[in-house]
């Protein structure tokens, strides 16, 4: 069937749902009879003032542009999450969307030679890239609404079957009827031929261009210390491929995509702890490694095709098995822990197999003894010399290889993906990204220089290459930009289109989203095989929930995916740097992210204290075992939210300059301008607050070596020395320590 058929059979479905009314609004009849005709005429009266077509490219003036989906007004408006109208009463299916973008490339189908002329005598190869239609803000130039790719894709776990939105052109995770529920977050592929060029700012940058640095404060070896992305290869896709004789001209193409990830945690754990009780051939078999059960390509006509999908689980994590027995390792004698969990040291930074590991269920004469019920748990793991349960998720990383028997010839050289497949994002409406520029761009330095802990680093701001250590995938040690973001090469002037501020809120599977590697990560981490580092998931925690409960206590430790629950545990961690609300920690309410209550304020023997979680007897694997982990809340926060949080805190600090150090914050929320505390405290400071207002209640705790025993040794008293109450917005803020008068301090 030719590909206009397809076209006309999803424009036929769409028009009487608002779809004709839309598009006449730009002169673009979709109903028109000779369809073809009409998407290939020149619109002259495109309306730009409509509500989603503000960043269309200016220089876009037809339905199909041929080779540019960007300038194809009909992608656009199928696209483009910006596009919505109360008159729209249904949107594109992928399979739909799918259909309009391989006419974009199949339209006016090119020859090889033309695409070797346009590729200028450089090296051609069959690539497969991730790749995600963006409004203007979040594209790679930053000029108008465009296509945006990578050859890294990130896809998270979870518990119920994924869900397409269709208004909001993506996938969500939440499960309406389950607070406790994850959706699978897949990723879409697309194999295109490909051209490799050196970074250019001017044609296809890529996204957050790197220039060159000479910093001597660089470790040796860090390539941003060597090179800019202009003297760095990259691949850019020139020209789609799909199935059919309208991609190539004279060519009849069957293009496939093949994908293969494996999960190997628990056999890299047992390279390393050489007598921890497996080793070869046991360790070449599953669960020790495994490839079934983490990812498929999806056979659902409505998704259309390469689209990755992970396997639902009815639970995050599961217990070990093998031989029909449950697996257990042994726990080395004199073990190194963080905290409760077993800790594998990192060889120069280099994560030869899971830096963390659940040893807390110990099996004996086929019973398990929860450790977490002793006292001394951390002691009982160093201590070591017993068998634990292993367990095993869903997590891992692979490759997503296209092949196409009729370009074997021409173009021999094939360039797989690199796929992830990684643990849930507790803030799937903000993106790494999107706080990073924020803190480059908005934050005064003074200010930014103790925002964060750890800065919220891109994992496609990343310059390593793939896991060498894959079999069968074809990965080199020179492809170090496998993680960058590009675009479709640009020439000729373009024009600059609005920026649209608002945050898109779906689930976005490009690296940009995702977190960086830095000790280990929350998506990936990196090993060293034959002196070149290179990505890898197997250094992140085993099972995940070991590494959420360490990233998480560790103040933002990864923004953007980790909540920050550094007050929910006694002080003993980082300071607080982007707060959850009382009622996201369980303080108010019953839905903690993490299922554990935060803290709250008791009175023993005449005295105030706060009573915590005692942070080494805190178990994420426990709590995913008994499914209490929860997105609902934190999933409601979005990137402008996150920001003024952080903002918020920071400002705090600012009022109060020791409190960064030697505070401890107890209660945070938003209060409305009602509040009852906040009326007599602007009373007293003579002062109305406008905007957003958060109240903050903070503590300077007592002597930690003075700490009562709480009645629960899962507990941790610590008393309270002084006391602020802080009512905030980005202007002014109204402070009241202890029980003074309230007064009014000026940003």
Known sequence: MPLIDDVKRVCDRLAPLGWRDLLLAHGLDITAANLKQELAKELPNINRTIKGFEDFAFEGKRGIEPGSAARSLLFHAFASHNVVSENLREYPTLAEFEVIENYVYGVQPPSLEDLRVRAQGELLAIVVFASEYRPASETVQRKHADLCFSRTGVARVGTAEAQYNGKLRGFLPFVQEDSQAFRVLPARYSAYIAVQRRGDRATFVPMRFQVQNNNVNLPQGDDRRRAGDDSRLFWVPLHKLFNGKECIRNLDLQVTLNARHINEKLRRIHLVLKNAGWGEPDISNPPFIFSDGIAELTTKPEFGRGLLVPVVHKNLIEAANYQGKPLTFKVPAGSRTLSSSLMIPATTGARRAPEYVHARHKLSNGQIDNLNNLANVTQAVQKGGYDAL???????????????????????????????????????????????????????????????????????????????????????????????IVCLPVSGSVRQMPLSASPTMRHAYLPDGAAGIFAPGWDVSF?????????????????????????????????????????????????????????????????????????????????????????????????????????????????????????????????????????????????????????????????????????????????????????????????????????????????????????????
């Open 390 to 484: 292993h367990y095993l998720d869903f997590t891992g990383d692979g490759s997503i290889e296209a092949v196409c028997p009729q370009l074997a010839v021409a173009i021999p050289r094939r360039i797989p993906a690199y796929s992830l497949v990684t643990a849930p994002d507790f803030f799937p409406n903000c993106d790494q990204r999107e706080l990073l520029e924020w803190t480059e761009q908005s934050v005064p330095a003074a200010l930014r220089q103790n925002l964060w802990e750890v800065s919220p680093e891109t994992l496609s701001d990343s310059r390593l290459a793939p896991n060498l250590q894959l079999k069968n995938a074809n990965f080199r040690p020179e492809d170090k930009t496998v993680t960058a």
């Open 527 to 747: 090993d060293r095989a034959n002196g070149v580092d290179h990505l890898a998931a197997y250094g992140l925690g085993s099972p995940f929930p070991e590494d959420s409960k360490l990233c998480a206590a560790l103040s933002t430790f990864w923004p953007a995916v980790a909540p920050d629950a550094a007050r929910t545990f006694q002080p003993s961690q980082g300071p607080t740097v982007s707060p959850l609300t009382d009622e996201e920690i369980g303080q108010i309410g019953s839905s903690p992210w993490d299922g554990i209550p935060g803290p709250k304020r008791v009175t023993k023997n005449g005295k105030n204290f706060i009573e915590y979680a005692d942070y080494d007897h805190a178990d994420y694997v426990e709590s995913s075992l008994q499914k209490k982990f929860s997105l609902s809340l934190t999933g409601k926060v979005d990137v402008r939210e996150y920001e003024a949080r952080v903002l918020a805190m920071a400002n705090v600090y600012r009022v109060i300059p020791e409190a960064r150090g030697q505070w401890r914050l107890f209660s945070f929320r938003q209060v409305q301008p009602t509040d009852s505390e906040l009326q007599q405290a602007q009373t007293q400071a003579t002062t109305t607050l406008a905007g957003i207002i958060y109240r903050f209640e903070i503590y300077r705790p007592g002597d930690p070596s003075a700490n009562p025993n709480s009645d629960d040794f899962r507990k941790q008293l610590v008393p309270i020395q002084e006391t602020a109450t802080l009512f905030v917005t980005p202007l002014n803020i109204l402070l009241k320590r202890n029980n003074n008068a309230w007064t009014r301090v000026s940003l």
